[in-house]
Every structure is written in structure tokens, then in C-alpha cells.
């Protein structure tokens, strides 16, 4: 098979090309920008606004078949170079490569890995915030196995330890009984709190139900929330606040029927708490809250944070916290959060399945983790399928490092560096991202990819492995408005030493800018990059709306160390 490899001396040019304009809709920009940095504490919104294209398959489906890359075969030299230049632009120096770390596993992670408890035993039935009550700062009090129903959110005091040795199980739904037959439906009158507004954006904004809270599952089974009582069928339930009624479409006989209540599970603004070993679940947290919400100096470790509302592990004003070792899964949004917290990091977590309830998958809160005005590292984790981005730093995130993580199969874009800076990615492996055909995604550079920077300053990505995503790396410039050091802007970016694969469907790398935000030359770079390609001839680049194939790409400045390959 044909195999070829470009590879020359070491040359940086960058050459500016012709402006194509975004079709984005600035008005909404504008209107998002100003939801995220004034809303409520906790908030980590900032929705990057991808065009609105129709699904071509159900909302929030991810393409089970995403394109594949070939093992290179053996590399030889090309005789058909362009000449090299002098270089315009010096090689990024940055901060310098950190220690490469192996991403988790999914069994060295949650309360199997918690360690012993001692202290004050909280039994079942018992009321564990009487008992945090009654003890003093930096005690610990540990659940005893078994379910713990939680009424009241449990805030401990500074420096205390709330963990588990015993895989207790910390639950805030209700169960549900009296059920009777309603023509093809079962129906329970009495549970419902009264109506109340909604929040977010959901994938379907039509119905727009994705953000009421509470969940409801039948047999420890997640039931499928509908809009109406027409729409009741087996494995969904409606819920009738007018009426105080829901109505299941599965017969609840014999089987266990619960309803998530209790908004949080353990919340406190004191320092130096340590949350170990528990499993946190069905809490009816509103949109962008957590079912867990840490504070400065907390240790969270080795939980199990799964099928609750909202988002399930949140920081707040959690500076210096660390997160690791949990296990964070299908919960109704988004796996963890961070707002406003600085130095924490977040290591060797497994971070799956989230955004169960219908958040809007492209350009909304939802899917793996999300970050906002934070820094920190977030290092070694697994990310796998979620519906929605894998790790995304939006709105003046300043400092962050996203290194050796393996982030597979989520709907979006793998990573999105978005209207931040000082961000450094590196060693992480990035395949499979951004097959979401849902309402905004699509397959254009302007949709993100494998890693997408947007809108940032000061950016070094470096020694990843992208491949089989939707698109390779997308670099993007656009109109963002203002932020805590000035204006967003695209610049010091810099692409190095990655291997990135694209051998199918319309996957492509490169840069793309709205008009008002051309890009001075010399501010990206790629360099040293290893692509690995179907063959030479395919135009798998673009340089602001100009489509490249290898050669055009080295022609345009790019890369010009890089090496291209087939096989």
C-alpha cells in the first residue's frame, strides 16, 4: 500500500488567508454570556453556540461506527516536498511536559478502594445530620452498611471525615405505593411538589422537560421521563403537577417504586472535609446543582455518584480541593462541575454515562465534566460516553493542565478549551469523540472535534493522541465579547508532537474564524505533529475556509517538521 512521509528541517510561517464569516448568532451569544457570568453560584454555563442543524437521527444518538485509524505501516521518505522557509515564528516554550500518568482503570475506583472508617456510626433510619450535629469539628462519622434515606442535606463541619467502609448507600428519593390501574397505565396521587419553573435547555426544546426533577425508577430501573399522558408507554412515566399525579406505562406490581426528593446529599462551605467511600444517588438536585457539593480543602474519594438529577459531584468555591477515585455515572446531566475554584484537581476518576435525562447535548451543560473561572489540573481520568462534551473549560478558566486522560465515545467534542487561557493538554487519548447527530452537532470544524481550543489565549497542545473523532483539532476564533482580563481572543496558540489520525467520513484539522475575529499571523502554530491519513491526496486540513491536503498544508507554513502518513 502507498505510504509516504513528509518531513523536512524544522520551519514555523504562518500565512493569512482569505476571512470566511460564521453564520453564529451573536444576539444569543451575547444574551448567554451574560446568563453564565451573572447567574447564580454554581453555574458553569457559557454555550459556545455551534450552528442549529436538523438531527438526522433521533436527538442525543451517537454513531456506533465512527471512523477508524489504520496502524501505520512503515514510513518512507517523499520526494515530492515543498521547498522549506525560514522560519517567522519561534518554537512555543511554554511549561514544560509533566510526568505522563495512565488514565484509571474502572475497577480502581468508588468505595471498593475507600479503606476502613472509624469513628461515630450513623445506622439506618438514624438522622445523620443530628448526628453531624452533635460532634464536633474534625471528627468522623462513618455510615454503617446498608440505605440511608436522606431528608436533609447532611453539612459537615470543618475538617470533619463522613465516609464509609461498608458501601453504604445514601439515597434521597421516597418510595412510591398505592398504585392503581388507570386504563393501560398505573397512577399515584400525592407525591409531586407543587409546579415550578424550568431551567436549562434541554435537546428537546420543544417538550423541554429535561430539567424537572424528580426521577423515578421502577425496579431500581431509571424510567424515561414524557411530556404528556399520551406519551405513556412501558419504561416511561408522566407527571401530572396539576393533578399531583404520575402515571407509569409498566405495571409496578411486585417491584419497588422510587422518587427522587431530597435536592443534596452533602453540602458545606467549611474546609478540610474529607467525603470517603459512599454511595451517593436519586437526589433531585435543580440544573447545574450537585448531589454532592464540596467546599475548599475537601477531600473527595472513592465514591460511587450515580443516577441523580443533575450534576453529580460539585465544586464551589472549593479551592484546593481534590477529587479522586470516584466512580461518577448516568446522572441526569453532568458527571462533575466546577465553578469559581482555584488549584483543585481532579485524578484518576471514571466519569461515564452522564446526562441521562435530556440536556442538551452540543453546546449546553452537560455530558462528562465542565468548568468555569477555575484552574487546576484534571489528570488520569477515564471520560467514556457521555452525552455531551468529555472535559470542557468554558469562561475564564486561567491555569488549567488536562493531561493523561483517556476521553472515548462522548457525543461532543472530547475536549473544549473555550474563552479561557493559560491551558496546557497533553498526553491524553482522544478517540471516538463527537458522533452526536442531535439538535447543533454536525461535522464541520466549526462543531469541534477530537480537542477543540476556542476563543483562548496562551494554549499549548502537545503529545496527544487523537484519533477517530469527528474531527482532528479545531482551532477557533470568534466573536466573545469581554471577560475578566479584556477581550476573548484567539492567541499564542500552539499545536506540537501529536500523532492525529483522519482517514474517514469529513474529519478534518485545522483553523476557522468569524469575521471581526481574524487571527494576526503568527499566533497559531502547528508543529512536530504526526497525522496519519486515508492518503495524501484528501483535503483533511483547513486554513480559514481554505481546504488543504498535506502538501497544501505544508505549503501554507504548517507543520512543516510534521510528518504525514498512510497506510
Not at 78 to 97: I, M, W, Y
Not at 168 to 187: E, I, M, N, Q, Y
Not at 503 to 515: D, E, L, P
Not at 529 to 549: E, H, I, P, V
Request: charged share 15%; hydrophobic share 35%; with cysteine.
Amino acid at each position: 500500500m502507498f505510504v509516504a512521509l513528509i518531513a523536512v528541517a524544522l520551519a514555523v510561517v504562518t500565512v493569512a488567508y482569505p476571512v470566511i464569516s460564521h453564520h453564529k448568532n451573536a444576539a444569543s451569544a451575547e444574551k448567554s454570556r451574560e446568563t453564565a457570568q451573572n447567574g447564580p453560584s454554581g453555574s458553569a454555563v457559557l454555550p459556545s453556540k455551534h450552528p442549529t442543524a436538523q438531527p438526522s437521527k433521533a436527538p442525543g444518538t451517537v454513531s456506533s461506527k465512527p471512523p477508524t485509524v489504520a496502524p501505520p505501516k512503515k514510513v518512507v521518505p517523499s520526494n515530492k516536498l515543498p521547498a522549506t522557509t525560514k522560519p517567522t515564528t519561534a518554537e512555543p516554550t511554554g511549561t514544560p511536559p509533566s510526568r505522563t500518568e495512565p488514565a484509571i482503570g474502572e475497577t480502581d475506583a468508588g468505595p471498593a478502594v475507600a479503606g476502613p472508617c472509624s469513628g461515630v456510626l450513623i445506622k439506618p433510619g438514624q438522622n445523620a445530620q443530628a448526628v453531624v450535629n452533635s460532634q464536633p469539628a474534625g471528627s468522623t462519622v462513618c455510615f454503617a452498611s446498608g440505605l440511608h434515606r436522606i431528608s436533609q442535606t447532611i453539612r459537615p463541619k470543618a475538617n470533619m471525615t463522613i465516609a464509609s467502609s461498608a458501601r453504604a448507600v445514601l439515597t434521597g428519593s421516597v418510595p412510591l405505593t398505592g398504585w392503581a390501574k388507570s386504563g393501560t397505565r398505573w397512577v399515584n396521587h400525592g407525591a409531586l411538589p407543587s409546579a415550578y419553573g424550568k431551567a436549562g435547555q434541554c435537546e428537546d426544546n420543544k417538550a423541554n422537560i429535561c430539567s424537572l426533577r424528580e426521577q423515578v425508577f421502577l425496579g431500581g430501573t431509571h424510567l424515561t421521563r414524557v411530556a404528556s399522558l399520551a406519551g405513556v408507554k412501558a419504561g416511561t412515566f408522566y407527571a401530572d403537577y396539576a393533578a399531583n399525579a404520575i402515571y407509569l406505562g409498566s405495571n409496578p406490581a411486585g417491584k419497588p417504586v422510587e422518587m427522587s426528593k431530597t435536592a443534596t446529599a452533602i453540602e458545606s462551605n467549611q474546609p478540610g472535609v474529607t467525603v470517603r467511600g459512599l454511595t451517593i444517588e436519586h437526589f433531585a438536585s435543580p440544573a447545574q446543582a450537585g448531589a454532592l457539593v464540596s467546599g475548599p480543602n475537601w477531600t473527595v474519594k472513592a465514591n460511587e455518584v450515580r443516577w441523580n438529577k443533575s450534576v453529580g459531584l460539585m465544586l464551589v468555591k472549593a479551592n484546593n480541593t481534590k477529587v479522586e477515585r470516584n466512580l461518577v455515572h448516568h446522572n441526569g446531566q453532568l458527571g462533575v462541575g466546577q465553578y469559581n475554584s482555584l488549584k483543585a484537581n481532579v485524578t484518576r476518576n471514571v466519569i461515564t454515562y452522564n446526562n441521562t435525562d435530556g440536556f442538551w447535548i452540543a453546546d449546553w451543560e452537560s455530558g462528562g465534566m465542565k468548568s468555569t473561572r477555575s484552574s487546576g489540573t484534571v489528570s488520569a481520568n477515564l471520560i467514556r460516553s457521555n452525552k455531551g462534551v468529555g472535559f470542557w473549560a468554558d469562561v475564564a478558566d486561567d491555569g488549567r493542565v488536562i493531561s493523561s486522560n483517556k476521553i472515548t465515545g462522548n457525543a461532543a467534542d472530547g475536549i473544549r478549551f473555550e474563552i479561557s487561557r493559560n491551558g496546557v493538554i497533553e498526553n491524553n487519548t482522544i478517540t471516538g469523540n463527537g458522533f452526536g447527530t442531535g439538535r447543533g452537532s454536525g461535522t464541520s470544524l466549526w462543531d469541534g472535534g477530537g480537542i477543540n481550543v476556542n476563543t483562548s489565549a496562551n494554549v499549548t497542545v502537545r503529545n496527544n493522541t487523537v484519533s477517530g473523532n469527528v474531527n482532528g483539532v479545531s482551532i477557533q476564533s470568534r466573536t466573545r465579547g469581554d471577560g475578566p482580563w479584556g477581550r476573548y481572543l484567539l492567541r499564542n496558540v500552539h499545536v506540537t508532537g501529536n500523532t492525529i489520525g483522519m482517514t474517514g467520513g469529513t474529519q478534518a484539522t485545522g483553523m476557522v474564524q468569524n469575521s471581526g475575529a481574524e487571527v494576526p499571523a503568527g499566533q497559531l502554530t502547528f508543529s512536530a505533529n504526526t497525522y496519519l491519513l486515508d492518503k495524501l491526496a484528501a483535503q483533511r486540513f483547513s486554513k480559514f475556509g481554505t481546504k488543504l491536503t498535506a502538501i497544501g498544508w505544508r505549503s501554507a507554513g504548517l507543520d512543516t517538521a510534521g510528518s504525514f502518513s498512510t497506510s
